[in-house]
């Protein structure tokens, strides 16, 4: 049921992106940061990462590139060497940790997200504790604990405290996977500069 919601609010983040579309030339600045998929083959990350992008409809389409990284302990390092938008990089990280119909050979996804407005960084993690799916909890080096909802890419600071999860040492392939995903950089929509709400 999570996930059949989960599926249901992408669809619907899509529409609200058509209708937030506003005229006119705007500056993006992706995020950057990267994701952890803990459990999972590259070859099945990868799988997952091209259903995500087949859900999403871009209003103002860029192409990020990405890397997969195997690592000898278990899942993939995924490194994105142009960034994301803030909103896709929350979003994908929640699809990751049991994307529908894969959830037994991915999951376990935590991301690294820079705002592109503060420059703070937030480890992100999905809120187990929503049936629904769709919120991810947060948390910056300097203590501040966040709510996002991922329909609309909204961040809140919260009053529960959430601990952040340091960077671990990763390996890095010499040849890694390569891969491209088409986003939208659509301003207003998504909260591209993942300013978080007082």
């Known amino acids: ?17 058509e209708a937030a579309e506003v005229p006119g030339n705007h500056a993006f600045t992706p995020s950057q ?18 259903e995500y992008d087949g859900l999403t409809r871009e209003i103002r389409p860029a192409v990020f590139r990405m890397e997969l990284h195997p690592q000898r302990a278990g899942g993939v390092a995924i490194l994105l060497p142009d960034g994301l ?4 990089l929350a979003n994908l990280a929640g699809w990751l940790d049991a994307p529908p119909g ?3 050979d991915v999951h376990g996804a935590i991301a690294w997200l820079v705002s592109p407005t503060s420059g703070v960084k937030f480890s992100l993690v999905p809120e187990a504790a929503n049936e629904e799916g769709d919120t991810m909890l947060g948390a910056s080096g300097d203590g501040a604990s966040i709510r996002i909802w991922q329909p609309e890419g909204r961040a809140s600071l919260i009053p529960q405290r959430v601990v952040y999860q340091p960077e671990p040492d990763i390996d890095i392939a ?5 891969m491209e995903v088409t986003l939208d950089t659509n301003p207003a929509f998504g909260n591209p500069g993942f300013v978080i709400e007082h």
């Open 174 to 178: 010499r040849d890694p996977m390569s």
């Open 102 to 104: 894969r959830e037994d």
């Open 33 to 50: 940061g990267w994701i952890l998929v803990r459990h999972g083959s590259v070859e099945d990350v990868r799988g997952a990462i091209v």
């Open 1 to 17: 049921m999570r996930r059949a919601l989960q599926v249901v609010f992408f669809m619907l983040a899509t529409t609200l992106v």
């Open 85 to 88: 938008p803030a909103y896709d």
